[in-house]
């Protein structure tokens, strides 16, 4: 009998548990509040970068008034810039700059910065130094500098800024992941892999990999704000996005001379640069908590 | 013809730890001669239990018997092929016959991987089954070959107590069917009432599988229950090999009579009686080791000779050797 009531709630156990592998990650995401309020921003965000169209009363191009810019007003909720553009429509386009530099840029950066983190770290000796020098020489540059440069050389265009900004922001995943795997590594889990026969590659990418997601993955939230930040700056010193196409930095570049005419000319890119970086650190540290897997009961 | 039952014959083993001073051009500055220049072999079917205390090292003579770390000199020879000179392809395969179980279980298991997970690394590095529902049913018949319910197979290891962790590293161990297995300290991070079981199961499986163990450990009484032979190790050096009870009964070498003082008896009357011996000082660094008998500064019959001559294993008949001068 109760034997028989073991194997029940074996089975039952069982279930539970096969179901609840994802769906734990899930239900957690669910219950945290900053993650999901964070992840909203984001999303509202990534509609305007993906369908302005639908959403931008005017083209962001098209000058409307001739006599320039305007304040609010109930036809142009935001007023019209310098050269009579609505405010608004510019400000819905301006989305698809940062969207697409931002997450172009970290893709790149996680891309090249993890695998070369991975490599440093676990095969270590000469190439974990040549591979760490050159990190520090890219580090070594001033951000904005090196990016000045680049982009007065080559041109702005998407993508010089998401190589540019990429390989700016990757030495930081390369260190973040050759530091975790150098600490990962050690752990006697890997080395029983290593114990089993397993190669090398087979460690990296099935034991090592996903023990230094979290911290990476927190990282490339975070990573997504900094590197808007960054676009916005190139933009507002007229290295970025090039005009006629509206970039939120640029507009607060562009509004900088009619603070007095139009306040929301200015204000309004660049709450919403305030707002996205704001958005994503918040999916940053909710996702450090939901992935945490000692939290996982 | 002798060779023929000895699965592991160990020649001179040596593990040195370079210590390198200096951030680009690094100085050599000295060694950690962590094991230095020990023999031994153990036949097939048997239990070496290799004893000794924290920093002798034990577990570097069993992670270098399986090439976890590259011996600096000497020879490993499982079923006579030198694993000293095979290159790391050439191991991985090997590993098929020879693995290991940690000491400690909650390092030795990948949080990130489920049990199914862990179970399956094994079997996919060495294709042992065809298919995935082969894979499933082989990863449930190893839970429960260890005792443990196949149905906690999608679980994570921190959803286990240490004594279940154990079980499922004893159980990533054997899904490799392997001849060899070197047990790293299996219990010492065990609760006692767990310790006993886990025992027992890999007592269980030895006459089943008919495996060899090397079994290191540091509490003797634990050994004295698993092992055919046991060998003493300190500071690098074996200083004594004998039988089982040859050992408990007989022992010759100093350290290994102090060592054994140190184990309470269960009768409390012969408890009273019993004499320890209390070593004085610590144990010499191993990067500066005496220069003759590694236990001279501490020995109680030390002579000249000791300090200034290392001594050599002496069979002193029976299968019993003893490296001291004075017996």
Redesign the interface.
């Known amino acids: 009998m109760n034997q028989s009531n073991e194997i029940v709630s ?2 039952l ?2 279930k539970i ?2 179901l609840s ?1 994802g769906r734990k990650i899930f239900n957690r995401a669910l219950r945290n509040h900053t993650f999901l309020f964070g992840l909203l921003i984001i999303i509202l965000f990534a509609l305007l970068a993906a369908f302005p169209e639908y959403i931008a009363p005017h083209e962001p191009t098209t000058i409307l008034s001739d006599s320039g810019i305007q304040p609010q007003s109930t036809k142009y909720p935001l007023g019209l810039d310098n050269l009579g553009r609505d405010v608004l429509s510019r400000v819905v386009y301006g989305a698809r700059a940062s969207f697409i530099v931002s997450f172009g840029s970290v893709t790149i950066a996680l891309l090249i910065g993890v695998s070369l983190g991975l490599i440093s770290g676990y095969v270590g000796g000469i190439v974990d130094i040549v591979i760490c020098r050159i990190l520090d020489a890219i580090l070594a540059f001033p951000i904005l500098l090196f990016a000045i440069l680049t982009l007065a050389l080559l041109g702005g265009s998407y993508t010089n800024l998401i190589l540019t900004i990429g390989l700016i922001y990757m030495p930081y995943f390369a260190r973040l992941a050759r530091g975790s795997t150098l600490s990962i590594a050690k ?3 890997v ?9 090398t590659w ?1 460690i990296v990418t ?2 090592i990999l ?2 230094i997601i979290v911290p990476i993955t927190v990282q490339s939230s975070l990573a997504l704000g900094v590197s808007m930040l960054i676009e916005a700056n190139l933009s507002f010193l007229g290295l970025g996005v090039q005009p006629p196409t509206p970039s939120w930095g640029r507009m607060i570049l562009e509004s900088a001379l009619y603070i007095r005419q139009n306040l929301l000319f200015m204000l309004t890119p660049g709450l919403c640069i305030f707002i996205t970086i704001l958005a994503y650190n918040l999916v940053g540290d909710g996702l450090r908590d939901i992935l945490d ?2 939290l ?2 | 013809m002798e060779s023929n039952n000895k699965l592991i014959d160990i020649k001179n083993l040596q593990v040195y730890f370079p210590i390198n001073e200096g951030i680009l051009i690094q100085r050599h500055r000295g060694d950690c001669k962590a094991v230095d220049d020990i023999s031994f072999n153990i036949s097939k079917g048997e239990t070496l239990g290799l004893v000794g205390e924290s920093g002798c090292g034990k577990s570097t003579t069993g992670r270098a018997i399986l090439q976890l770390i590259r011996p600096t000199a000497g020879h490993v020879y499982f079923k006579g092929e030198d694993l000293t000179k095979s290159n790391n392809k050439e191991l991985r395969k090997k590993r098929r016959e020879m693995q290991i179980v940690f000491q400690d279980p909650y390092a030795s298991l990948n949080p990130r991987a489920s049990i199914g997970e862990i179970l399956s690394e094994p079997i996919e590095v060495h294709k042992i089954c065809k298919s995935k529902s082969e894979k499933n049913e082989y990863i449930k018949e190893l839970m429960s070959m260890v005792g443990l319910a196949p149905g906690f197979i999608a679980r994570y290891p921190h959803e286990f107590s240490g004594g279940q962790r154990q079980r499922i590293v004893i159980a990533r161990a054997l899904a490799v069917k392997p001849e060899f297995i070197v047990c790293d300290e299996p219990v010492s991070a065990l609760d006692v009432s767990i310790q006993a079981q886990i025992i027992n199961l890999l007592c269980d499986l030895q006459s089943k599988f008919f495996l060899t163990y090397l079994f290191i450990a540091h509490d003797l009484s634990v050994v004295r229950h698993m092992s055919n032979r046991i060998a003493v190790m300190y500071l690098g050096k074996l200083v004594e090999i004998a039988d089982d009870e040859e050992l408990y009964h007989h022992a010759q070498h100093p350290y290994s009579l102090a060592l054994l003082s140190s184990v309470p008896l269960a009768n409390p009357k012969e408890e009273k009686l019993r004499k320890r011996i209390v070593l004085e000082g610590d144990v010499p660094s191993p990067t500066n080791p005496p220069i003759g008998c590694r236990f001279s500064t501490r020995c109680w019959r030390v002579t000249d000779i000791c300090r200034e001559v290392s001594p050599e294993l002496k069979d002193i008949g029976g299968g019993h050797f003893v490296a001291c001068y004075h017996l």
């Open positions: 074996e089975i156990e069982e548990i096969r592998v752990k006697e889990y080395e029983s892999s290593r114990a089993v026969g397993s190669s087979r099935r034991t996903p023990n897997p000692k996982m009961d």
